[in-house]
């Protein structure tokens, strides 16, 4: 089960560089491609949580990141 992950920023996260491999990386911007939110998350670990993004297109996850595959992390202006 995954739970919310608060992290101390306030604002919202928009945009997220993926780290794939050697041969190339990704990233997903609100508002481009159909991405209509990204938002911090954990999951269990094997001795602690970890912290994931989760990217959505509307009610649909696209895809899903753990802390160790995040190059970097945008945040938008506060809410």
């Known amino acids: ?7 101390p920023v306030n604002q919202p996260i928009c945009e997220v560089d993926v780290y794939l491999s050697e041969e190339g990386s990704t990233f997903y911007r609100v508002g481009r491609n159909g991405v209509t939110r990204i938002e911090a998350c954990a999951k269990p670990g094997v ?32 809410e």
């Not at 089960?1 to 992290?7: I, P, V």
């Not at 602690?48 to 595959?69: L, M, S, T």
Request: net charge negative.
């Open 47 to 78: 001795y602690c949580d970890i912290p994931y993004v989760r990217v959505w297109k509307g009610e649909v996850c696209e895809a899903e990141f753990c802390q160790h595959n995040i190059a970097g992390v945008y945040f938008g202006d506060p």
């Open 1 to 7: 089960m995954t739970q919310a992950l608060l992290h």
